[in-house]
Nanobody, 124 residues
Framework: QVQLVESGGGLVQAGDSLRLSCAAS????????SGWFRQAPGKEREFVGG????????VYSDSVKGRFTISRDNAENTVYLQMNSLKPEDTAIYYC?????????????????WGQGTQVTVSS
């Protein structure tokens, strides 16, 4: 079992930066591919970015590529999402995820563990 706890969300203005953290307990992150998803009001949960546990390479959705960066600290068992140049359309609840298979996944049912989510609100 893995428990994921996100932190770092908040209210910021357009153009600002935020760093989200996802701390894992139980089995370590190194056993899983890790990533971030988000869900805006009235919309489906969407993939933001993911890091491959073997290659330590990250992939991102087109909407955040060049602005968001995922990193992982295996010693701290924590995954981070650095978000720069935030836009109002980035407003959503952000969820940390851990999966046996590499991200992105074709179905959210392939995600093995989810965090509880952290709210990010970007004002214009």
């Amino acid at each position: 079992q893995v428990q994921l706890v996100e932190s770092g969300g908040g209210l910021v203005q357009a153009g600002d930066s935020l760093r989200l953290s996802c701390a894992a307990s139980g089995r370590t992150f190194s056993f899983y591919n890790s990533g971030w998803f988000r869900q805006a009001p009235g919309k489906e949960r969407e993939f933001v970015g993911g890091m491959n546990r073997v290659t330590n390479t990250a992939v991102y959705s087109d909407s955040v590529k060049g602005r968001f960066t995922i990193s992982r600290d295996n010693a701290e068992n924590t995954v981070y999402l650095q978000m720069n140049s935030l836009k109002p359309e980035d407003t959503a609840i952000y969820y940390c995820a851990a999966a046996i298979i590499p991200l992105p996944v074709s179905s959210l049912r392939s995600i093995n563990y989810w965090g509880q989510g952290t709210q990010v609100t970007v004002s214009s």
